[in-house]
């Protein structure tokens, strides 16, 4: 079966400061992964995600996250963060090869202070 | 404008009544999902369908119905079964065909926000 954790409930972060959002992952296979930002009381909006290919990945609004399969991991960092980021923050795996649905997360609120 | 269109934004339930959110796609797309989403828990797939005239239950299908008779539309109907049914509920779809592989991220909704009165 597939999982994803999000270890963290809250992460803050002062603006200007390099943010990290943590995601491990289980698949028995390997992973599509994903990351997704949600604003409140809306959807979710994709960011980025892993196929194949290069380990680093870039997405929307200056987002990257890093593939690491030794460490089933797929951590979601940005270099400078804003105080427009702070929102609610999900990981999501697929196995590949299936056509099964996006399993997330329970997702991590990003709090960017001024 | 392609999307995912939910409605109604606010939705309110009286006990033992049922209520039907829908969720229409101009996406093309073949596979359409139903997530609930409760504070601290994430998103919890409730139904999808991969095409039409089928569908498969999720982690949380008890109390909850679905139909998928045109590849735009699956309508959700939350029945009196529901014990729970305060939530938000988030439609989405994406393309399943081995060929857009690359492309195999989900669209979502703006959501519906269902309350019991």
């Known amino acids: 079966a597939q999982s994803v954790a999000q270890p963290e409930d809250q992460v803050n972060v002062a603006e200007g400061n390099p943010l990290t959002v943590k995601c491990t992952y289980s698949?028995?296979?390997?992973?599509?992964l994903f990351w997704y930002v949600q604003y409140p009381n809306r959807g979710l909006q994709f960011l980025l995600k892993?196929?194949?290919?290069?380990?680093l990945v870039k997405g929307s609004y200056g987002f990257e996250a890093e593939f690491n399969k030794s460490q089933t991991s797929f951590h979601l960092k940005k270099p400078s963060a804003l105080v427009s980021d702070s929102a609610l923050y999900f990981c999501?795996?697929?196995?590949?090869?299936?056509?099964?649905?996006?399993?997330f997360g329970k997702g991590t609120r990003l709090s960017v202070i001024a | 404008d392609g999307g995912i269109t939910q409605s109604p934004k606010y939705l309110f339930r009286k006990e033992g009544q049922n209520v039907t959110l829908s969720c229409e796609q101009n996406?093309?797309?073949?596979?359409m999902y139903w997530y609930r989403q409760d504070p601290g828990q994430g998103l919890r797939l409730i139904y999808y369908?991969?095409?039409?005239?089928?569908?498969q239950k999720g982690d949380i299908a008890e109390g909850y119905s679905v139909s998928r008779e045109k590849k735009e539309s699956f309508p959700l109907t939350v029945t009196s079964a529901q014990k729970n049914p305060t939530a938000f509920y988030l439609c989405?779809?994406?393309?399943?065909?081995?060929?857009?592989?690359?492309?195999?991220?989900?669209?979502f909704g703006q959501g519906t926000r269902l309350t019991v009165v």
């Open positions: 698949v028995s296979g390997n992973p599509y």
């Open positions: 999501a795996v697929r196995e590949r090869g299936g056509n099964t649905p996006l399993v």
């Open positions: 989405a779809s994406s393309i399943t065909k081995a060929k857009y592989l690359e492309n195999t991220e989900a669209f």
């Open positions: 996406l093309n797309h073949d596979a």
């Open positions: 892993y196929i194949t290919g290069d380990n």
């Open positions: 369908s991969q095409i039409v005239n089928d569908f």
